[in-house]
């Protein structure tokens, strides 16, 4: 089966409870598993692919949030389906980056240089966004500042598809506003709203660091330009944002 929707991002911004949500419609089929076809497995063939979508649903996808960040599995999903519908949820890049940081810190304690996030577990996040600063190619799985960047990313897609193919949502809307959000998705992806849908609480890791205001100011200035530009991309402020 051919997928007809995907949801390529961003990290950390709702997308495993998007899954649980889509679940919940008997028109929707979409992998648990995130298949990382386009940017990891391309190799293994379209037709590998293919084969985790056995369900006959009217909407049927999966969920790679690598996908929005990494140009040549964007250009691949073109390829392959140039008409698919794709979702992309954002969040607050202060908030994001560092729950990225705590994330990518916690897999290196556990997992050692083995993991291919392997970062110094010594640094800050100011630390780490220093160093981020300096790559010049970052498209990398550690790179934690750039994927805040979140208009760099949208352009490039809208060079590739339609306008109407893309479905911006907003993480901190999304968890206040479940059922409205969730329908207007199910009728973007081409299948009927739901009368009831069972709230599902936002997938969140515990970590046992917080971040300080010194580090939240730090953050806020380095995105502030590109969240004023993703603002009036889209025509309003995100005010969960600004405070």
């Known amino acids: 089966m051919k997928p007809t929707f995907l949801i390529i991002g961003v ?35 379209i037709d590998w692919y293919e084969k985790h979508f056995t369900d006959k649903s009217m909407a049927i996808g999966e969920k790679t949030p690598m996908y929005c960040f ?10 392959h389906y140039p008409n698919i519908k794709l979702i992309l949820f954002l969040r607050d890049p202060v908030t994001r980056a560092f729950s990225q940081f705590n994330h990518m810190k916690q897999g290196t304690i556990k997992n050692g240089k083995k993991s291919p ?13 220093e160093i981020d600063k300096k790559k010049k190619r970052f498209r990398i ?10 208009m760099d990313q949208i352009n490039f897609i809208l060079t590739l598809f339609p306008r109407q193919n893309l ?28 009368t009831n849908i069972k709230y599902i609480h936002d997938h969140k890791r515990s970590y046992a660091n917080t971040i300080t205001p010194s580090e939240t100011n730090y953050l806020k200035k380095i995105y502030k330009v590109h969240n004023k530009q993703l603002f009036k991309f889209l025509g309003f402020k995100i005010k969960e944002w600004i405070n």
């Open 11 to 45: 990290m950390k911004s709702s997308t495993t409870s998007a899954i649980g949500y889509f679940n919940q419609h008997p028109n929707i089929y979409i992998s648990w598993k995130e298949l990382h076809f386009f940017n990891k497995n391309y190799s293994k063939g």
């Open 117 to 129: 996030y392997f970062i110094n577990i010594n640094h800050s996040i100011k630390d780490r966004i």
């Open 70 to 79: 990494s140009r040549v599995a964007l250009k691949r999903i073109k390829k």
């Open 167 to 194: 479905k911006i949502i907003i993480h901190e809307h999304y968890i206040k506003d479940y059922f409205k959000i969730n329908n207007e998705l199910f009728t973007f992806i081409g299948v009927k709203p739901l």
């Open 141 to 150: 799985p550690k790179t934690i500042l750039q994927r805040g960047f979140y």
